[in-house]
């Protein structure tokens, strides 16, 4: 009864603080609509021509669910959540130093994507030859499903535990809990990418640092940059690791490795 009140409650003051974001933060939102439009965009090309290999992994995901719906649920829904984050100062879509935000997460993005390409060239780590979805498929794809995950394992876990925690006790303040929720919504992917990618027919290390460690390492890093600078930031990360990781590597591969 005290948890159902507790999420009432947090509810009420989202939507009755909506309006004043809406005015006060207007910038912030502009900024996460032409995110959004820009990925359903790129979901409706890849409906309405019916691309094939994007379309299939669509329904890996979503199931039957239209892509473009999909992108309006997922919008919704970051819209709500990041109302409620901006509304307590805790969290942003873009900062005064978005630029400075864009080449951090991006040069850190990269280093992950080299790592893992580099330990798979030497076949120290070896994926299975069917992980990507081909170019040009990809370049529809990746960016779509990513801005499903931003929302999916990052803003709306973080939202809900931060809102929870904060609510049962004032003594549990957003700066004392903040990193043991950053270390728990980072499990989330990770433990999704085990269980779908683990394979008997390769090595437990392979099973544990890529499709576990790595991406935990991934995850984390990317919730320090939502915290230091914005959504639009921690989006980039997953952008540049996926066309790095997803897009180049994922077409040179077949050809190098198998």
């Not at 299939?56 to 409620?84: E, H």
């Not at 942003?92 to 993005?109: C, D, M, P, Q």
């Not at 290390?205 to 939502?226: A, D, E, K, R």
Request: aromatic share 18%.
């Amino acid at each position: 009864m005290l948890i159902a009140k507790s999420i009432k409650r947090e509810i009420s003051t989202a939507l009755n603080s909506l309006y004043k974001n809406l005015i006060s933060e207007r910038l912030q939102y502009l900024v996460f609509i032409g995110v959004s439009l820009g990925v359903a965009g790129l979901a409706g090309i890849s409906y309405f021509s019916n691309s094939v290999r994007a379309l299939s992994g669509f329904r890996r995901f979503l199931g039957g669910l239209n892509p473009l719906l999909g992108v309006f649920f997922i919008f919704i829904l970051g819209v709500f959540l990041l109302s409620c984050l901006l509304s307590r100062g805790w969290f942003s879509i873009y900062k005064s130093e978005n630029l400075r935000g864009l080449l951090v997460s991006s040069s850190l993005a990269a280093n992950f994507a080299l790592l893992i390409i580099l330990l798979e060239s030497a076949r120290v780590v070896v994926f299975p030859s069917d992980i990507n979805i081909l170019f040009p498929d990809s370049l529809l794809f990746y960016p779509v499903i990513g801005y499903f995950v931003e929302i999916g394992f990052h803003v709306f876990p973080l939202s809900l535990l931060l809102l929870f925690l904060t609510s049962l006790s004032k003594k549990l303040t957003y700066g004392k809990i903040i990193w043991p929720c950053f270390l728990m919504v980072s499990l989330l992917e990770p433990i999704l990418q085990l269980i779908l990618g683990f394979s008997a027919r390769y090595p437990l290390w392979t099973n544990l640092y890529g499709n576990f460690f790595h991406v935990y390492l991934i995850n984390f890093s990317q919730l320090v940059i939502f915290k230091r600078y914005g959504f639009t930031s921690m989006f980039a990360f997953r952008l540049v690791y996926y066309i790095l990781w997803h897009v180049v590597w994922g077409y040179l591969r077949l050809n190098l490795l198998f």
